[in-house]
């Protein structure tokens, strides 16, 4: 009973981490399955999400505002803005005007953006790790107190869910909403899109927009679940995600969810089972396998390749 | 290709002109090495700040001999890569003398260089006994080691007889060195060790670490490395409901840590060294700290002037600004200094310094445990 | 027309705003156990305003600026030369590169130490980008995960020298070999991979090989390391102020002259010369040999080398091979210059300024590599005043390289013959 209380324990860590994941991965398989190319700064944009939240909590909290629901709203609309303001301005400043060409020079000038957000940051906050104050606490525990208990706390209950509202939410955005429609024409084939008459600059800038917001979100989120920022987080967390969206398929976006649950929920594992230090190892490892046998990852769409 | 090749030269030609103008000074100039940015800056900003007071007051009595000393500044990011970089522009810009570096990890590659160029070196704040074990004549320290700190924890976590102890560590020289010492101090009395896991320095995700104590049902754990990766592990642990007593090294001790922590921080035990700004000598020098609005009960600010009054000192002592001659000086005397009277051993450790363990409060104070 | 730019530069103000107010402007301070907001200095806040007045100026007006940009006569005196012939061109060109190579060899005894320690570091870059040039810029292969062979290399010498005493000379050859096994290797699991997905593959692969050593630290030190790595000796003679290893004379005493720092860092100098020139040239050879033109084929448009009858198997990997090859002789350079290694010199930034460089200087063209990189390593060292700012910039510098000249310092040219003009 207590190693299962272990595993589901483990689980549950893992599909908490892992939806974070997979929020952050929607912003890279959206962008990449527009354009083609790899936002290597996305990763920046949630660490800046982060960085909103903090400052507009601790903004709240020193004006006296204490009622939570308040807090989490106004600091999750503040995050939200700021990382889709940013996320907007470097696709315009960066990327728009290296569309098109050869595939090197969006993705250097992407890691350009990369070093220059996270030197931005840097400099105008400094480089220690700042504490995100726990503003949801507790949780339950199940199991015999005197053995191994399986708690789940408060905040990965919210992750969760949050997450799962905001893949719903997206999914029949894209399906339903004209906009969404549009999104879809445009990551079919971009230059029939123009012809029809798609404003493609307004519908790549929109998905752009909505990658920023989600990976905003997951910054409140993690923030808070964690419990520290600094300025070069966001980089590492960005390597995991896009490494989930490649594995669920890049362009696919249930792919990015479901390679965002894998990739968390086997580091999880990793951890749990072995030891916490190769957990990236066998993430990286676990990517190259899937790619080896299916290499457009796990629900991407076999490339048809044009003579 | 003609003008490839031209700019090719401009190139080159613009490089030599990188050339340094070259120093002649009358000045003594102490190389300050450690961290102003990183996640550790907070112990570095106590390094620079005891350095700069003694410089101050050192220049403001006439400075040694006449000569006056100048502060060179260098970040090494706590990373040992960028110290051996710092290290390497000191001596390229003549430094003779360093106060420096901070972490462990940066001092021994950075001892390497300044023992091969003639540098003298004195660590404020680098705990890890390798450093003055190799034989190098010109490093010393004003601080205490691992060795002894080490058991100082262990003996105090084996009085409170504990059912397991879980002992966690950043895999770098100063944590595992010091929570290895501690595991070998439990050991010998006999003490359960559940778990010896190392971490990586920089992660934040420690859920799956805490289950895994949770687990093994501990009730201390024990861990050697820096106060951001402990607090978040304090934090994420009193979430996750894990029942434990922490224990920690000097690194941690710092008030961020109640930023990260919160109320988790609670009953915290540190090995610190003792508190140097209360004692009585000491009254003028933490009025003259306190008049600057800086605040010198950190732990390495009164170790860090002294370093600075103990070079100057050994200076005068040598009557030569030879590091070796300095260095030989500094040996054979003993110093009268703001953390008690020093006296170093052949290795370039002191002979005595005791660390004290403290009970970290919430609100970032602490108080000797007894 | 007006309103619509005149909306839209406010928009752009306003985006301006919201991106530099709340990062710039509000700083998160630590005061004893809170963190607290603190309001920026004034002249923080004044440059967030004029900023944004400029973003909206810029793009109220932006169709006039760049129009007269446009406008602007070229600056480059030697536009409008005749280009020189063909033979004339190409003697001139030996000339030069031997004098700049005469002048290499004897520079370092004329500056300072600096420049010389600094002169070191761009002649590795050069390795590594020359080496990665054939994987990215001749095969069109994007690696991302290039300085894992760089590691390989560097790792290689710190632990041959730490367990056997191989010394630099004889570590050279095996680690350049073991990293072009590793090479070999990396090619198999992404022959069949294309684009993307090939680059996120060799950045895990890198990203392993990084988490690999900082974690086996039974091995290889984990973060804290290997030190203690000797820098070369020649003809058994040592460069140090003391001898390290036992049998060897020391350079200052046979020749009885005093000792001094610079000697170690000349000779490191004028190895790392010679060992970058051998690469150029080497990979110059490759480029003009059946191997070379298989690999700019394969980048032109795979499909038609493959029905060409070329082998996409063994093209991948001996692109793959011979890149990581070099990068290993860099490694071992690395290793001996820094006397010490940890897994932080590693990290993907690296790769991807090696990357950059390569972008930088055109991709495929030798001489344009060379450029970048003792650009990209030079001017930063220039700015050192402005420390700070110092990567803030180079992302920046990155980013701008792309937009204004994204074919690169040099663009490759491909050797040709051109028909003589009708008269």
Sequence with gaps: MQDLLYFLQQLINGLTIGSAYALIAIGYTMVYGIIGMINFAHGEIYMIGAYTALITITGLASLGVAWLPLILIVALICAVLVSSSMGWAVERVAYRPVRGRHRLIPLISAIGMSIFLQNYVHLAQGSRNIGFPALIQGGFQFGDPDSFQTSISYMQITIFITTLICMTALSLFISRSRIGRACRAVSQDLGMANLLGIDTNRIISATFI????????????????????DPLFGFIAGLKAFTAAVLGGIGSIPGAMLGGLILGVSESMTSGYLSGEYKDVVSFGLLILILLFKPTGLLGKPEVEKI | MRTSVKKLAAAVGASVAVMAAGQVAAEIKIGIAGPMTGPVAQYGDMQFSGA???????NANGGVDGEMLEAVEVDDVCDPKQAVTVANRLVNEGVQYVVGHLCSSSTQPASDIYEDEGVLMITPASTSPDITE???????????????QGPVAGQHIASLNPERVAIVHDKQQYGEGIATAVRDTLQAAGVEIAMFEGIT??????????????????????YGGYHPELGLILRQARQADLDAVFMGPEGVGNKDINTIAGDAAEGLLVTLPPSFDQKEENQALVQAFNDKGEDPSGPFVLTSYTAVQLIADGIAQAGSDDPMEVAAALRANSFNTPIGTVQYDDKGDMRSFEFVVYEWHSDGSKTPVN | MAAQNFKHALFCAIVTLVISYPILGLNLVAQGTQVVLEGADTATLISIVLAAVAVFLFQLFRDHIMG???????????????????????????IVLTLLVIGALIWPFLVSRGSVDLATLVLIYVMLALGLNVVVGLAGLLDLGYVAFYAVGAYTFALLYQYFNISFWL???????????FGFLLGFPVLRLRGDYLAIVTLGFGEIIRILLNNMTWLTGGPNGIGGIPDPTLFGMEFGRRVKEEGNTLFHEVFNISYSGNHKIIVLYLITLVLALFTALVIRRFTKMPVGRSWEALREDEIAARSLGLNRTSVKLSAFTIGAFFAGFAGTVFASKQGFI???????????????????????????????????????????????????LFGLAMVLMMIWRPQGLMPMRRIHIELKKQE
């Design chain 2, 52 to 58: 700069r007071m003694a410089i101050e007051q050192i």
């Design chain 2, 201 to 222: 320095a920089g992660d934040k995700d420690f859920s799956s670490l805490i289950t895994k104590m949770k687990q093994a049902d501990v009730d201390y754990v024990y």
């Design chain 3, 342 to 392: 940890s897994p932080e010199s590693f990290v993907f930034l690296e790769s991807a300024i090696i990357l950059a460089i390569v972008v930088l200087g055109g991709m495929g063209s030798q001489i344009g590599v060379i450029l970048a990189a003792v650009a990209v390593i030079i001017l930063p060292e220039l700015a050192r005043e402005f420390s700070e700012y110092r990567m803030l």
């Design chain 3, 171 to 181: 570590a050279l050859p095996i680690g350049a070999c073991l990293a072009a096994t």
């Design chain 2, 134 to 148: 190799r034989g190098y004549e010109l490093v010393f320290r004003t601080i205490g080691l691992d060795s002894m």
């Design chain 1, 210 to 229: 909505i990658g920023a917001s989600l990976a905003a979100v997951a910054g409140l989120l993690l923030g808070m679940y964690y419990g520290s920022v």
């Design chain 3, 68 to 94: 007269s940009v446009g406008k602007m006569p070229n600056l480059n005196p030697f536009a409008n030369r005749e280009p020189m012939e063909q033979s004339k061109r190409q003697r001139l060109d030996t």
